[in-house]
């Protein structure tokens, strides 16, 4: 058992507050055996104590009284940055890792690592330096008892090898239980997110509910506690065998040992009361060892997670988003752009998108069209820069859109996904801008004597989902794209506004230079697109362009 990659995590995060803590953490061992030492020696030199010696107990308990608060500050100033730096790191992180990667992995996974796997790092460094304090106290006994008799610590050397073999053997799976636990409680998150997401579901059919909470709910918990006990089983079972081992060893000596071996009173005397005063510390070792694998498998579950720990570069602006470019020709340009989901990615069955060709124009509305399970949303999150390509070229302007500037290209897209999320505040827009502009747009939108902005926030977003569409297309026109992309924006709208949004809203925003891109079933619509795609199993089989755009080629089929 090591716990070399979680001290290398602790010296990562601040190099010389991790050394500090270390060797704070090891005076304070050293000098807890100096005063047992000290001890030893003024009960067996009844006479003398001297000037000297009582200076020496004052030094040795101020010293370690000193370094062990110390040693507690630093050790709450270094955990609680420690909580902020890693919570802000991994979300910073998350929200730059592909979207394909992080759905893979699925929210629960997500949620228990920002949650449990933090707050057990955290644990696992406040509970490091102790370990490290009883450690070195240890290790100082030892040489203290080496210094007293080698024969007798030759004797104790051995009952401590054959204590460690029991303990390992006994340990050996605990790791292992630990992943088991944090597995279940994924689990367990899973279906409560379920439970919050499907509570209407749930209420409506009793059947459906009772299975649910007694079945799933009850099955998980379950499970999670069955982990945890097993853990704990073992954990005990360790404990108490390091402390039959102790005083075993300890009546050895005192009842064997000097049968065998001629063995003086004061070696004697120093043997037993330094293993009696170890005994605090080796106890706060085998409690402290459960925390610090704990730690350990969250490290590896945030590493599973595939986001580094390393401090990582924000993302860079590689140039100046396109403003507006010229109407005769295309803002972006697809050609022979293919996406897969395959096995490989985690998927049961292949799913391949494209090959497909096509250009967008300035002032263009285009509509995509097609089944359910057509590709629709997996081409709009392509189009988007949020799935990556794995053939062809896409361009926006006169840029070829790679790795290193597809955070550029998506700063052009203003995207109100089937499933969006709204956030109550206008989270990076200017505030100036905000006050001017939110009152105009809610008013458009018919929500200004529903929804007021302050302080760059909503009032409210207890609103019906057609209102919510509506409250998330005000934050797309503060955004201010070239590109809007809107995914069955119109579903929930009833039938007037639906008419508004065809024929007043998506108009303006033509006029006003932007491209835009409707997957719609509102067929009654289609007249007034520039260009209707039309989408089956993840291909192009039909592309008509209307009059009144410029000329394009026909896609590749």
Request: aromatic share 10%; proline share 3%; charged share 20%.
């Amino acid at each position: 058992m090591t716990f070399g990659r979680f001290f290398l995590f602790i010296v990562q995060r601040s190099n010389s507050i991790a050394w500090l803590m270390v060797c704070v953490g090891i005076l304070s061992g050293l000098l807890s055996a100096g005063v047992l030492a000290l001890i030893n020696y003024a009960l067996h030199h009844p006479t003398d104590h001297s000037l000297v010696v009582l200076f020496g107990f004052v030094t040795l308990v101020a010293g370690k009284i000193l370094a062990n608060v110390g040693s507690h500050i630093l050790l709450v100033r270094f955990s609680q940055d420690t909580i902020l730096d890693l919570s802000v790191s991994l979300c910073a992180k998350i929200v730059r890792t592909p979207l394909f990667r992080s759905e893979r992995r699925g929210a629960s996974q997500i949620l228990i690592t920002l949650t449990d796997d933090v707050s057990w790092v955290t644990w696992a460094i406040q509970s490091f330096p102790n370990f490290l304090v009883s450690g070195a106290l240890v290790l100082g006994c030892g040489i203290f008892l080496a210094w007293l008799s080698w024969s007798v610590f030759a004797v104790v050397l051995g009952f401590t090898v054959v204590s460690a073999i029991g303990h390992h053997w006994l340990h050996a799976n605990v790791r292992d239980i630990i992943a088991a636990s944090r597995e279940a409680r994924a689990q367990l998150f899973q279906h409560f997110r379920a439970l919050t997401d499907g509570l209407k579901e749930l209420l409506m059919h009793r059947a459906r509910r009772q299975e649910f909470v007694h079945e799933e709910v009850r099955g998980a918990a379950d499970s999670y506690r069955k982990t945890n006990l097993h853990a704990t089983r073992i954990q005990a079972m360790l404990e108490a065998w390091n402390q039959a081992s102790l005083y075993s060893l300890i009546g050895f000596l005192i009842f064997l040992f000097p049968s065998f071996v001629s063995i003086s009173s004061e070696v004697l005397t120093g043997y037993i009361i330094g293993m009696m005063y170890m005994i605090g510390s080796i106890s706060n070792i085998i409690s402290t060892i459960p925390t610090l694998e704990r730690g350990q498998v969250a490290l590896k579950n945030i590493e599973r997670l595939g986001i580094s720990l390393d401090v990582g570069r924000e993302d860079i602006q590689t140039k100046d988003v396109v403003d507006r470019a010229p109407a005769t020709s295309p803002i972006v340009q697809w050609t022979d752009v293919v996406f897969s989901y395959g096995e490989d990615h985690g998927a049961e069955t292949a799913f391949t998108l494209g090959p497909i060709s096509f250009e967008l124009y300035p002032g263009e509305l285009v509509f995509i069209i097609g089944g359910n399970g057509s590709g629709k949303s997996t081409l709009v999150k392509v189009l988007a820069g949020l799935y990556p390509p794995v053939g062809g070229h896409v361009r926006l302007a006169d840029a070829t859109i790679t790795t290193d500037n597809r955070e550029w290209y998506r700063e052009h897209f203003s995207v109100i996904f089937s499933d969006f999320y709204l956030f109550k505040k206008l989270l990076g827009e200017s505030g100036s801008r905000v006050d001017r502009l939110a009152p105009q747009y809610l008013r458009l939108l018919h929500l200004d004597q529903k929804v007021t902005v302050h302080d760059r926030s909503f009032s409210t977003l207890d609103l019906s989902q057609g209102q919510r569409k509506r409250l998330a297309l005000v934050t797309a026109y503060l955004e201010d794209r070239a590109i809007y992309v809107f995914d069955e924006w119109a579903a929930d709208q009833d039938p007037q506004y639906k008419e508004i949004f065809y024929k007043t809203l998506l108009p303006d925003l033509r006029a006003r230079g932007k491209t835009v891109i409707v997957i719609t079933h509102d067929d009654r619509y289609f007249h007034l697109g520039n260009q209707i795609i039309k989408l089956e199993d993840g291909q192009v089989v039909d592309h008509v362009k209307q009059d009144g755009c410029p000329s394009i080629a026909r896609p590749a089929m």
